[in-house]
């Protein structure tokens, strides 16, 4: 394979000012999920410019470049959507105005992660304009709704536009480290049912708070022997709200719910963490309901497209194709060796492998410990870094892995 890495590094270098230009009009564009419809116009009219041969808007509203028309397809994600500003006051700049001086850039999003969007499309140029193809088509996702409820996205695109990459880059913030993986989750609903009456005679009801008593002290001892891995930790869980139904204060309560946060490690599944739940002796004993929450909230383009809030645990070992190619890539810009290791938070990733075991590995520009946080920023060097990364991965990956068989 003969990739001049040098000059791809070069290269990336050279457009630094133009991925800096188009992170800071993302970042000026507001796009809270399900309200990134001029984010996603703004991104379309990037790609065009820098020469992607196809960019679709699907019906949800998820933009996708394409470059290329080879056998094998390799995708790589940018949620462009961002969580909110919280207390403007904690900001010492605006946020959606953004700064930028030699070394960084400011901004809501800077780091969660429109800069890895920058970094995609520009990767997107350089292979168009070195020449760095092969027997693949490389398409670039930026998705919607990833801090609603994440992974939604990619549940619509490989279930209903029929996409199915052979591996998904994710671009979300890894201080330009490779990340190979990240515990699950799920929001799971715990309900007792009681009879009410009249506050002044309990003995004629059944009280419902009282019955999740037992249920509150039996969870949390559970938290305590849940399942270990060496990689991705402990899986947890804890009550995170609670919830009555009562006719009045001065009645027996008739319904009680609570909300539990489960985070789930490798080998537990969603309907291990439910049964375990519905196998404490309280939660038969009270009769309870174990359910998972549902998302249904519609995409700016309307599109509704209910799932259970159930984001599973993934992990890619380090030897695998992907992973192996990122390191390599690594290596081979940067003289270095990377460093491989797992996000804290969660990622598209929970539905493209954890749901339907298309495997995905992590490289990005920007720092989890800025993501969502005021004064939210990130480093122009792990732009241009990225963006050199995203270039050559996918042409190792067709040469090294799968090239032979073509
Ligand atoms: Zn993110």
């Known amino acids: 394979m003969d990739i001049d890495f040098n000059s791809v590094l070069a290269r990336a270098e050279k457009y630094k000012q133009d991925i800096s230009k188009f ?3 993302m970042i000026a564009i507001p796009s809270e999920s399900c309200q990134e419809e001029k984010v996603v116009l703004r991104i379309k009219e990037e790609m065009q410019k820098v020469g992607f041969d196809r960019v679709e808007i699907d019906p949800m509203g998820n933009v996708m470049g394409y470059i ?3 056998k094998h397809l390799v995708a790589m994600d940018a949620h462009i959507d961002t969580v909110g500003i919280g207390d403007k006051d904690l900001w010492d700049f605006d946020p959606y105005q953004g700064f930028e001086d030699e070394e960084f850039i400011g901004g809501r999003g800077a780091s ?3 800069g890895g969007m920058a970094s995609a499309v520009y990767a997107g140029k350089i292979i168009k304009e070195m020449g760095l193809d092969g027997d693949y088509t490389l398409l670039v996702t930026g998705t919607v709704q990833e801090e609603d409820c994440d992974g939604l996205c990619w549940q619509y695109i490989i279930n209903e536009d029929k996409i199915k990459p052979e591996f998904v880059l994710i671009t979300e913030p890894t201080a330009c480290r490779i990340y190979r993986g990240q515990r699950g989750r799920m929001e799971i609903k715990v309900t007792t049912h009681g009879m009410s009456c009249h506050g002044s005679a309990p003995e004629r009801g059944d009280n419902a ?3 999740m008593a037992p249920i509150l002290m039996e ?4 938290n305590e022997n849940l399942k270990d ?3 991705l930790g402990k899986g947890t869980l804890t009550v995170s709200e609670i919830f009555f139904s009562s006719p009045s204060r001065c009645a027996v309560a008739d319904g009680c719910t609570i909300s539990v946060d489960r985070r789930l490690t490798r080998g537990e599944t969603w309907d291990f963490a ?7 002796p309280s939660v038969k004993q009270a009769g309870a309901e174990v359910s998972m929450y549902d998302y249904s909230r519609p995409s700016y383009t309307g599109l509704s497209y209910p799932t259970e809030s159930f984001f599973p645990t993934w992990v890619v070992e380090e030897d695998h194709p992907t992973c192996r190619t990122l390191v390599e890539a690594y290596r081979s810009l940067f003289q270095d060796e990377p460093l491989v290791d797992k996000w804290t938070f969660s990622t598209n990733a929970v539905s493209i492998m954890g749901r339907y075991q298309i495997p995905c590995i992590g490289f990005g520009p920007g720092h989890e410990e800025f993501s969502h946080a005021p004064n939210e920023k990130t480093l122009k ?3 241009v870094k990225a963006a050199a990364m995203y270039a050559v991965v996918p042409s190792i990956y067709v040469a090294k892995y799968v090239g032979r068989e073509s």
């Open 68 to 70: 290329g028309r080879g």
């Open 229 to 231: 891995d060496s990689f």
């Open 274 to 280: 439910l049964q375990q739940i519905r196998n404490l």
């Open 381 to 383: 060097s792990e732009l």
């Open 23 to 25: 992170l800071r009009d």
């Open 219 to 222: 969870l949390r001892a559970l």
């Open 209 to 211: 708070i009282y019955k």
């Open 112 to 114: 969660d992660q429109k």
